[in-house]
């Protein structure tokens, strides 16, 4: 029987499970604290950030793996944990949590996908097949008959809701590379049996010294001159340089499909590096100095590393003028181009690639189907985002600085369609659509907003990129997707309506955020709140536990700007039609509403910022 996902209203107090064959599929929409003390935000402290989530989810079988963590407008971290079953991580199982900034405890708002009673299913996670055996079955299932084609495989243990039925299988990723193409499938195999019941495709396709690159169309780039040096490494004498980094390492293939040495591209310090090739002056030299931006870009613009562990390597001049570029798991891989393309080294192109690498270790969005759609099209919105942090402008074309005819490139982003067989509305989606084509749609998305005024590109880039780290997992479908943006633009401060009106444009409309805005129950202080221009900060306050108190009393003081206080009865603010209002100058700002307002629906906070922003500001809720 085929397992049902359920929405699961998950409360301290009370657990209301559907109880279904085999284990339990639990979806959490954004819950709210249920506990409800003078300070909702001032629980209690744990000295783990597992903690009280812990305490709820945990037994003696589940457990949770802490994965990433970020700061949210609100003065919140959220935070992201794995599910395991007895030490085994559960695919696709991911939660989203938030803990409060100042306290450290847990607000109880909780979103994302948990299985328990996996154990009826799986008795054992000690599996019968060995991982030499399993390796030996993925291999005769690609019919590789010579071994050496092999470069690279990975295998691990993991927990795969699939059907109903928890499965223990081994997940097995290989590069193979052959001298006609290279390949990187994704294997499941049940870890008792050997039966291999899914396949997924894993290859992501698309010292100082002077130095010189770009191409004919882009104009030669002399590195030390109109552009800051290559920082590589050298011997210790200075004479023999190294085209690596703490970062990247830069491989030289020679036409060939993958290195045929170990050590990264190596080259006298006192002349330049000579790898000029159809219209390409020194790719190498590019890809070494735009790999080091792209990290510095996701740095200080998404506050998150592009890869977790660097260095990665880079492969150039892959192939004999291959119009290709991709990321095979072990390096990213660029083509000298062909007749109607120069070297696939551009700022789009290169910064598309390091997005896969980003992608894959986070949310680890599968390459097929919807969510490998959303995947290119997070990628491409990634190389948009760098060209711009490069140049200051970007073409809204991918690929188009390699086009030797014209400006099209390999994709007009706001435009796809236009190639006749990409589409760029959900109603012309079905399932095994090529992901280039079907990208067409966020894609679309992603144009609107950069071109919106009040969002732009470096927030859409901001918003999608958190999104990919705590709200989408590996088989995330648009709908999945758009919710996660939703709750990501929340988390960041930016206006949910506007994102959600550019998806209405494609067919898409998004969940309700109702359950997912952090809730505030009682006595309230919160320190230190900021927003920039274009920011706000957005609390609910659920005013039911109220009923000896006659008023509410809402203010602002501290901190340096302008805040402006604002409550209504709706997730939309619309400041002409708001029922309270303090527009004071300077941050003292004073709201007082009867407590019944607020008892029979809520009453929504809303800081906004007057002109520039204000940073350091507290927020007092007493009632009265």
């Given at each position: 029987?085929?397992?049902?996902?359920?929405?699961?209203?998950?409360?301290?107090?009370?657990?209301?499970?559907?109880?279904?064959?085999?284990?339990?599929?639990?979806?959490?929409?954004?819950?709210?604290?249920?506990?409800?003390?003078?300070?909702?935000?001032?629980?209690?402290?744990?000295?783990?950030?597992?903690?009280?989530?812990?305490?709820?989810?945990?037994?003696?079988?589940?457990?949770?793996?802490?994965?990433?963590?970020?700061?949210?407008?609100?003065?919140?971290?959220?935070?992201?944990?794995?599910?395991?079953?007895?030490?085994?991580?559960?695919?696709?199982?991911?939660?989203?949590?938030?803990?409060?900034?100042?306290?450290?405890?847990?607000?109880?708002?909780?979103?994302?996908?948990?299985?328990?009673?996996?154990?009826?299913?799986?008795?054992?996670?000690?599996?019968?097949?060995?991982?030499?055996?399993?390796?030996?079955?993925?291999?005769?299932?690609?019919?590789?008959?010579?071994?050496?084609?092999?470069?690279?495989?990975?295998?691990?243990?993991?927990?795969?809701?699939?059907?109903?039925?928890?499965?223990?299988?081994?997940?097995?990723?290989?590069?193979?590379?052959?001298?006609?193409?290279?390949?990187?499938?994704?294997?499941?195999?049940?870890?008792?049996?050997?039966?291999?019941?899914?396949?997924?495709?894993?290859?992501?396709?698309?010292?100082?010294?002077?130095?010189i690159g770009g191409n004919l169309?882009?104009?030669?780039?002399?590195?030390?001159?109109?552009?800051?040096?290559?920082?590589?490494?050298?011997?210790?004498?200075?004479?023999?340089?190294?085209?690596?980094?703490?970062?990247?390492?830069?491989?030289?293939?020679?036409?060939?499909?993958?290195?045929?040495?170990?050590?990264?591209?190596?080259?006298?310090?006192?002349?330049?590096?000579?790898?000029?090739?159809?219209?390409?002056?020194?790719?190498?030299?590019?890809?070494?100095?735009?790999?080091?931006?792209?990290?510095?870009?996701?740095?200080?613009?998404?506050?998150?590393?592009?890869?977790?562990?660097?260095?990665?390597?880079?492969?150039?001049?892959?192939?004999?003028?291959?119009?290709?570029?991709?990321?095979?798991?072990?390096?990213?891989?660029?083509?000298?181009?062909?007749?109607?393309?120069?070297p696939l080294v551009t700022y789009?192109?290169?910064?598309?690639?390091?997005?896969?690498?980003?992608?894959?270790?986070?949310?680890?969005?599968?390459?097929?189907?919807?969510?490998?759609?959303?995947?290119?099209?997070?990628?491409?919105?990634?190389?948009?985002?760098?060209?711009?942090?490069?140049?200051?402008?970007?073409?809204?074309?991918?690929?188009?600085?390699?086009?030797?005819?014209?400006?099209?490139?390999?994709?007009?982003?706001?435009?796809?369609?236009?190639?006749?067989?990409?589409?760029?509305?959900?109603?012309?989606?079905?399932?095994?659509?090529?992901?280039?084509?079907?990208?067409?749609?966020?894609?679309?998305?992603?144009?609107?907003?950069?071109?919106?005024?009040?969002?732009g590109l470096k927030v859409t880039?901001?918003?999608?990129?958190?999104?990919?780290?705590?709200?989408?997992?590996?088989?995330?479908?648009?709908?999945?997707?758009?919710?996660?943006?939703?709750?990501?633009?929340?988390?960041?401060?930016?206006?949910?309506?506007?994102?959600?009106?550019?998806?209405?444009?494609?067919?898409?409309?998004?969940?309700?955020?109702?359950?997912?805005?952090?809730?505030?129950?009682?006595?309230?202080?919160?320190?230190?709140?900021?927003?920039?221009?274009?920011?706000?900060?957005?609390?609910?306050?659920?005013?039911?536990?109220?009923?000896?108190?006659?008023?509410?009393?809402?203010?602002?003081?501290?901190?340096?700007?302008?805040?402006?206080?604002?409550?209504?009865?709706?997730?939309?603010?619309?400041?002409?039609?708001?029922?309270?209002?303090?527009?004071?100058?300077?941050?003292?700002?004073?709201?007082?509403?009867?407590?019944?307002?607020?008892?029979?629906?809520?009453?929504?906070?809303?800081?906004?910022?007057?002109?520039?922003?204000?940073?350091?500001?507290?927020?007092?809720?007493?009632?009265?």
């Amino acid at each position: 029987m085929e397992g049902e996902k359920y929405m699961f209203l998950y409360e301290f107090h009370r657990r209301h499970i559907v109880q279904i064959h085999g284990y339990r599929e639990m979806s959490f929409p954004g819950q709210k604290n249920s506990i409800y003390l003078d300070k909702r935000r001032d629980i209690k402290t744990y000295d783990s950030e597992v903690g009280e989530v812990s305490d709820i989810l945990a037994n003696e079988n589940n457990g949770l793996i802490l994965v990433d963590k970020a700061d949210s407008i609100e003065k919140t971290k959220i935070v992201r944990y794995r599910e395991t079953f007895k030490g085994i991580p559960v695919y696709d199982a991911f939660i989203t949590t938030e803990l409060d900034s100042n306290t450290g405890s847990w607000t109880g708002q909780i979103s994302g996908e948990w299985y328990e009673d996996l154990e009826r299913d799986i008795a054992s996670v000690v599996p019968l097949l060995s991982k030499h055996q399993a390796l030996a079955l993925a291999l005769s299932n690609e019919k590789i008959q010579d071994g050496s084609n092999v470069i690279d495989s990975s295998i691990s243990l993991v927990i795969v809701p699939w059907n109903g039925t928890g499965i223990l299988c081994y997940d097995i990723t290989l590069l193979i590379i052959t001298p006609k193409d290279m390949q990187r499938p994704g294997i499941f195999i049940n870890a008792n049996s050997g039966l291999i019941f899914r396949r997924v495709q894993r290859l992501r396709q698309s010292s100082l010294i002077n130095a010189i690159g770009g191409n004919l169309k882009t104009e030669k780039i002399i590195y030390g001159k109109n552009y800051p040096p290559l920082n590589v490494e050298s011997n210790f004498n200075g004479t023999v340089c190294s085209l690596k980094s703490k970062l990247v390492r830069v491989y030289d293939l020679k036409s060939a499909l993958m290195p045929n040495r170990s050590k990264p591209f190596r080259f006298l310090c006192n002349q330049s590096i000579q790898d000029e090739v159809n219209g390409g002056y020194s790719p190498m030299s590019d890809a070494f100095y735009m790999s080091q931006r792209v990290f510095e870009m996701f740095d200080q613009w998404a506050h998150v590393s592009v890869i977790r562990n660097p260095p990665i390597d880079i492969w150039v001049h892959y192939g004999k003028r291959q119009f290709n570029a991709m990321y095979n798991g072990k390096a990213l891989v660029f083509g000298d181009g062909d007749e109607k393309n120069f070297p696939l080294v551009t700022y789009d192109i290169v910064a598309h690639e390091f997005a896969h690498v980003f992608t894959e270790s986070y949310s680890n969005l599968e390459y097929e189907n919807q969510s490998g759609a959303i995947n290119e099209a997070f990628s491409d919105l990634v190389g948009e985002t760098f060209e711009f942090y490069m140049t200051g402008i970007n073409d809204f074309h991918i690929g188009a600085k390699t086009d030797k005819i014209n400006e099209e490139g390999i994709r007009d982003i706001c435009n796809q369609q236009t190639d006749g067989l990409s589409i760029v509305h959900v109603q012309d989606y079905y399932d095994g659509m090529e992901v280039h084509l079907s990208s067409g749609i966020f894609n679309k998305v992603s144009c609107i907003l950069m071109k919106n005024p009040n969002i732009g590109l470096k927030v859409t880039f901001q918003i999608y990129t958190h999104a990919n780290r705590f709200y989408w997992g590996p088989v995330s479908n648009f709908s999945d997707a758009v919710c996660g943006i939703l709750k990501a633009a929340y988390d960041l401060g930016h206006d949910t309506n506007v994102m959600r009106e550019a998806f209405s444009v494609v067919g898409l409309n998004g969940c309700n955020l109702d359950m997912y805005i952090r809730k505030l129950y009682g006595k309230t202080h919160i320190q230190n709140l900021m927003a920039t221009k274009n920011e706000k900060i957005m609390l609910a306050f659920d005013g039911q536990f109220t009923i000896k108190n006659k008023f509410i009393r809402v203010f602002t003081e501290g901190g340096a700007g302008d805040v402006d206080l604002y409550l209504n009865y709706n997730l939309i603010l619309k400041r002409n039609k708001a029922k309270y209002v303090s527009v004071s100058d300077g941050n003292l700002e004073v709201l007082q509403i009867p407590a019944k307002k607020c008892r029979k629906k809520l009453c929504y906070i809303h800081l906004l910022p007057k002109e520039k922003g204000f940073s350091g500001v507290s927020l007092w809720i007493d009632v009265l």
